[in-house]
C-alpha cells in the first residue's frame, strides 16, 4: 500500500458562504437604491424629502452591502510551511508545530485547529455546507501536518 500523497498547497474558501453574502449584498444595494429613487416622490406631509436625503440613503445601502461582502472574506492557504488562517476579522499564520489536530466534527459547521497550547482556532473557510470541497481540503490539511511530523 502506497503512502497519501500530500499536496505542496491547499487553498480553500466557503463557496456557498461567499454566493450568499454577494446575493444578499446586491438585495440589500438594490432595495436602498429603489427606495431612495421614490423617496423624493413622497411626502410624510410635515417633512419633505430631498436630493442629500436620496444620497444618503443610497450611501447607507452601499455601506451596508460592502459590510457583507466584509463577512464573506474567510480564507486558508495552508503549505509545508504552515497555514494563513484569515476568518472574518482577523488574520493568523499559525505554523504546524503548533498544531495537534485538524477537526472538522460530524455536526461543526466548519473545521478547526486544536494548537498545541490547549487552544481551538476555527476555519471558516471549511465550510460543511461545501461538503466534498470541504473534505477534501481537511484531508489535504491532515496529509500536511502528518507530512511535518516526519
Known sequence: ?????VPATIE??????????????VLVVAVMVTV???LKSSTTGVVAFRT???VATTG?????G??????????????AEGLEVRNIVNTALVPWDQVRAVRFDEHSPWASLLLSNEDEM???AVQ?????????AVEGMRALLAASRV
Do not use: K, N
Open 66 to 79: 460592502g459590510a457583507l461582502l466584509y463577512c464573506a472574506r474567510p480564507r486558508l492557504r495552508a503549505s
Open 36 to 38: 431612495s429613487i421614490l
Open 122 to 124: 476555527s476555519v471558516l
Open 128 to 136: 460543511a455546507a461545501d461538503g466534498e470541497r470541504a473534505v477534501r
Open 52 to 54: 442629500s436625503d436620496q
Open 60 to 64: 447607507i445601502g452601499l455601506a451596508i
Open 1 to 5: 500500500m502506497s503512502a497519501p500523497t
Open 12 to 25: 480553500a474558501t466557503p463557496r456557498r458562504m461567499r454566493i450568499w453574502f454577494a446575493l444578499m449584498a
